[in-house]
Nanobody, 126 residues
């Protein structure tokens, strides 16, 4: 089992920045790819960003590319999502998820991930 806990959400004005953290405990964190997904009220969950086990490969949804940066520190069992130039449409609950794999491939599908955190709310005001 891998336990994931997100933090860093909050209320920010449009154009502002937030950094989300996803801290893992349990099994060896460096064996897992990690992704951030988000779900806005009344909408389906959508992929935002992912990073492979080493941090050498990343993938982003088109809607966040150029504004969000995903990174990880395996020594701290933590994955970060730096979110800049936030827009009201970025408002959602952001959840991190982990998939056991040690290659460069990154899935954008939630069903590929084995473990999930509870989520952290991000609200961007206009």
């Amino acid at each position: 089992q891998v336990q994931l806990v997100e933090s860093g959400g909050g209320l920010v004005q449009a154009g502002g920045s937030l950094r989300l953290s996803c801290v893992a405990s349990g099994r060896t964190f460096s064996n897992y790819a990690v992704a951030w997904f988000r779900q806005a009220p009344g909408k389906e969950r959508e992929f935002a960003a992912a990073i492979n086990w080493s941090g050498g490969s990343t993938n982003y949804a088109d809607s966040v590319k150029g504004r969000f940066t995903i990174s990880r520190d395996n020594s701290e069992n933590t994955v970060y999502l730096q979110m800049n130039s936030l827009k009201p449409e970025d408002t959602a609950v952001y959840s991190c998820a982990a998939e056991y794999r040690r290659d460069i491939k990154l899935s954008m599908i939630g069903g590929s991930y084995d473990f999930w955190g509870q989520g952290t709310q991000v609200t961007v005001s206009s």
